[in-house]
């Protein structure tokens, strides 16, 4: 099967004031809209077939090999507590590099890069933090009518799971 990514582009275009506009990668994951810092994203790619690690943490869906590169693949939907959907065409593997390291995360499918200026950020309301744990959720992002959960991924993993990761891709 002929892998297929989306190669991003971090550029701001020049009219847009670094300081006071976000650009981020939208995805989808039960139900609800995500958002990313694309400086943290490397690349977006179909879902590859994962090898599984004996004893790894549920949430680590598995290693895959990435033009020679071991890549730690983790389940958000797992990680949040959120009703899996199975894996089809639309599903993608997120690749974010978070403190030097280099992981994948699996979302239900990604469906565009935007511009949100900071001014349309605001604290997560409760009904949202009960679903996800507030530590993980930097705000919420207001597009026209829709809401979108910006991720902190520096949060999204604690730092032992980071050592987790690490540990994982050194003994594979």
């Not at 977006?44 to 549920?58: K, L």
């Not at 899996?84 to 565009?112: F, H, P, Q, W």
């Amino acid at each position: 099967m002929e892998e297929k990514t989306l190669k991003i582009d971090r550029k701001m275009d020049e009219d847009d004031d670094n300081e006071n506009v976000l650009q981020l990668v939208i995805f989808q994951l039960g139900g609800e809209e995500f958002a990313v810092d694309i400086m943290q994203v490397q690349e977006i790619i179909r879902m590859p077939e994962t090898t599984r690690i004996p004893q790894a943490p549920e949430y680590v869906k598995g290693v895959i090999n990435l033009r020679g590169k071991i890549i730690v693949v983790v389940s958000l939907d797992v990680k949040f507590n959120i009703e899996a959907k199975e894996v089809d065409e639309n599903s993608r593997v997120i690749v974010v590099e978070v403190d030097d390291t280099i992981l994948g995360m699996v979302v239900d499918s990604v469906s565009e890069v935007i511009r949100l200026p900071h001014s349309n950020v605001e604290n997560a309301p409760d009904i949202i933090t009960s679903k996800i744990k507030a530590e993980y959720i930097e705000g919420v992002g207001k597009l026209d009518e829709r809401l979108l959960i910006l991720l902190d991924l520096k949060k999204v993993l604690q730092e032992s799971e980071m050592d987790q990761i690490s540990n994982i891709k050194k003994n594979t």
